[in-house]
Structure formats: C-alpha cells, structure tokens
T-cell receptor, first 112, second 113 residues
C-alpha cells in the first residue's frame, strides 16, 4: 500500500485556470504535511506547509482533512511559471528523525 | 539566502567503484539527511544524521552506504561498491531544529555504468 498517493497527472491547463491537486496518506500517525514543487531535474522546494485549519499563500490554498487522511492544493490564476511537479509530502512519525515521505508527484503544465 | 551546497553536480562511475558525494549543509543547522530519486520515481529517504551519529536509516541504506561528518562543515555519503541500480539523483538536506523545514541541496546526479 502506497504511503502517500497523488493524482498521477499530468495536468495541462491554460494560463489563468484554477487547478486542484489531491493527495491521500496511509499512516494516521503522520504529524506534518507539506506541498513541495520540483522543477525538472532540480531539488524539491517547499511550497507551503499544510495545517488542519487550512492555509493560504497568495494564489495557493492548502487543505488538510485528518479524518479522511486527505490533503489538497489549489492554485488559482495559473501562471506559466507554475509549471512543475507538485509533491505531496508527509512526516511519518519515526524515531524522532523527522524523515519525510514523498508522493510520486503530479506534473502540471500551464499552457499559454 | 543560505543554501545547501552539493558537489559534484554530476558523477559518472564504473560499477564496483567507490563514490563519495559531498554536501555542505547550512552552518547553523543541526540535522542532516540524504535522499535519493531514481529517474521518474519518487524521492526516497536514505538516512538522517544528528549529533554526529545516524539517527535513522531506511532499508535502502545497506552496508554499502555510509555517512560521515569529517569536520564542522562537510557531510558525505559514500557508496562502497556501486551498482547499476544506484544511478539516481542524490539530495542532501539540512534542518535547523525540530520544528523547522528542510532545505535541500541541488543534488548530485550519479550515473553508474
């Protein structure tokens, strides 16, 4: 069973569109949740942390539903520069080392 | 903005050879990590390091792998006898404290031929 599962994608959307990514995680003891973005052959970069109350950062909104073990990311008014792979990431409780568990990612292409 | 530095950016090695991947974490960070990403696959945890010792390691991190912090700045990953399946992007990361996020380095692309 996959620990962190995401929409396989790819998502091809026009500029200005709203796009939503979904993610589920299997370990109910997961404590922290994140969305990272990864450009082709680059390192993952933190986009935003995800909190139970939901949080927003400009055009980006993240939601967490602990009961359903579900995380989402909404991007409004897509820009060409949003084209990347979006990684759902959770902190699985380990021996205090705070290791991250990554989903495989969903590729987004924003088209002019 | 402080960054995690990795060298080399790309290394090609023959199967069976030893490789050392180098990382310079951010200076005031206390927790260090290696992750890898095989082409087209997800990012996978290898090992975490704190207070000069391994705090956790994954099943991938077998006896062929070792980590070291030989001085106050470098953090290295050694693969003793590389296999074709070790070909991947290797990311170093560091973290300041328990509640702080990770900073990843730009990675070393290892190609085993």
């Amino acid at each position: 069973r996959k620990e962190v599962e995401q929409d396989p994608g790819p998502f091809n959307v026009p500029e200005g569109a709203t796009v939503a990514f979904n993610c589920t995680y299997s370990n109910s003891a997961s404590q922290s949740f994140f969305w990272y973005r990864q450009d082709c052959r680059k390192e993952p970069k933190l986009l935003m942390s995800v909190y139970s109350s939901g949080n927003e950062d400009g055009r980006f909104t993240a939601q967490l539903n602990r009961a359903s073990q579900y995380i989402s990311l909404l991007i409004r008014d897509s820009k060409l520069s949003d084209s990347a792979t979006y990684l759902c990431v959770v902190n699985i409780v380990g021996a205090g080392s705070y290791q991250l568990t990554f989903g495989k990612g969903t590729k987004l292409s924003v088209i002019p | 903005e402080p960054e995690v530095t990795q060298t080399p950016s790309h290394q090609v090695t023959q199967m069976g050879q030893e490789v050392i991947l180098r990382c310079v974490p951010i200076s005031n960070h206390l927790y260090f990590y290696w992750y890898r990403q095989i082409l087209g696959q997800k990012v996978e945890f290898l090992v975490s390091f704190y207070n000069n010792e391994i705090s956790e390691k994954s099943e991938i991190f077998d006896d062929q792998f070792s980590v070291e912090r030989p001085d106050g700045s470098n953090f290295t990953l050694k693969i003793r006898s590389t296999k074709l399946e070790d070909s991947a992007m290797y990311f170093c990361a560091s973290r300041e404290g328990q509640e702080r996020g990770y900073t990843f380095g730009s990675g070393t692309r290892l190609t085993v031929v």
